[in-house]
């Protein structure tokens, strides 16, 4: 391949991946092509995109990108995933997929810098939260506190509008209240 395709190659991928932040490498070698297809349509429909990609070239398009640390584990044929909300979705997915094809090698991940290797790095990947199940998370230890001080200062209110309203059905039915001394 000569130089001027190669710059030409290196440029695509540098253009088509700009932005990408996160991915999962894997390898596609020995699906069978129904099973390719169904594996790329499937992440499709979660608006996760695979990118077959030429290891060489596409070092030289991640160099003093984000990406530049997933390098190490391009070798051989290699396909990045990427897309979807988070990370952790595309992993989830793969994951889901690996299990149906025998074929499909899970490489390793990038999140934010971290490396996660091989098939366990990509599973331990797929059980962190979301970005959204994450605030969620926060969200729900941030309130819990207050939630729980608004019902200690309800209980004794409460207590009394219970006492006030049986004093108020007691003298309603003519009954009297007795002191209490």
């Given at each position: 391949?000569?130089?001027?395709?190669?710059?030409?190659?290196?440029r695509?991928?540098?253009?088509?991946l700009?932005g990408?932040e996160?991915a999962?490498?894997?390898?596609?070698?020995?699906?069978?092509?129904?099973?390719?297809?169904?594996?790329?349509?499937g992440?499709?429909?979660?608006?996760?995109?695979?990118?077959?990609v030429?290891?060489?070239?596409?070092?030289?398009?991640?160099?003093?990108?984000?990406?530049?640390?997933i390098?190490p584990?391009?070798?051989?044929?290699?396909?990045?995933?990427?897309?979807?909300?988070?990370v952790?979705?595309?992993?989830?997915?793969?994951?889901?997929?690996?299990?149906?094809?025998?074929?499909?090698?899970?490489?390793?991940a990038?999140l934010?810098?971290?490396?996660?290797?091989?098939?366990?790095?990509?599973?331990?990947?797929?059980k962190?939260?979301t970005?959204?199940?994450?605030?969620?998370?926060?969200?729900t230890l941030?309130?819990s506190?207050?939630?729980?001080?608004?019902?200690q200062?309800?209980?004794?209110?409460?207590?009394?509008?219970?006492?006030?309203?049986?004093?108020?059905?007691?003298?309603?039915?003519?009954?009297?209240?007795?002191?209490?001394?």
């Amino acid at each position: 391949m000569s130089k001027p395709v190669k710059n030409l190659l290196i440029r695509d991928y540098a253009a088509k991946l700009s932005g990408v932040e996160n991915a999962v490498v894997v390898s596609l070698r020995g699906i069978p092509s129904n099973d390719n297809n169904n594996l790329r349509l499937g992440l499709r429909k979660n608006n996760i995109r695979v990118t077959v990609v030429r290891n060489n070239l596409v070092k030289h398009a991640f160099k003093q990108t984000k990406l530049e640390a997933i390098v190490p584990l391009l070798n051989g044929p290699s396909a990045l995933v990427y897309g979807a909300e988070s990370v952790v979705d595309v992993a989830r997915e793969v994951v889901k997929f690996a299990a149906k094809l025998d074929k499909l090698e899970l490489r390793g991940a990038i999140l934010d810098g971290v490396l996660f290797e091989g098939k366990a790095g990509v599973e331990e990947l797929s059980k962190f939260p979301t970005r959204a199940e994450a605030l969620a998370q926060t969200v729900t230890l941030i309130l819990s506190p207050a939630q729980k001080l608004v019902g200690q200062l309800n209980g004794p209110g409460r207590k009394l509008a219970g006492i006030v309203q049986a004093i108020e059905k007691k003298l309603e039915k003519g009954e009297t209240i007795a002191k209490v001394g």
